[in-house]
């Protein structure tokens, strides 16, 4: 994932606290033109604005240096387990695991 430093956009407030991404900021973030569910992070007095998708890896990347080496993450087994669904209802009903 690339990831981008020291940039810094402006954007304006309304009354009822609308703010509009800017269209750049929008693209480097991959979210132009779809709508999409953003997440805010407050830390230290900072606001810092991260795509549902972002998020998600940040968190799978955290959970993933909590396993012991060699085991099976969750989403492993069941990539596993649909592959070998899929090879019973096509009729390979050999079960290679």
């Known amino acids: 994932m ?3 430093h020291d940039l810094q956009f402006k954007a304006l407030m309304t009354e009822n606290g609308r703010v509009v991404i800017p269209a750049h900021l929008r693209r480097l973030l991959g ?5 999409a569910e953003l997440f805010f992070r407050v ?5 810092t604005l991260t795509t549902k998708m972002q998020a998600l890896r940040r968190a799978q990347a955290r959970l993933a240096g909590l396993a ?30």
């Open 2 to 4: 690339t990831q981008f």
């Open 43 to 47: 830390q230290d007095n900072e606001v």
């Open 68 to 97: 012991p080496a060699g085991t099976k993450l969750v989403s492993e087994e069941l990539i596993e387990d649909r592959a070998t669904a899929a090879r019973l209802e096509s009729g390979d009903a050999q079960d290679r695991s």
């Open 31 to 35: 979210v132009e033109g779809t709508r």
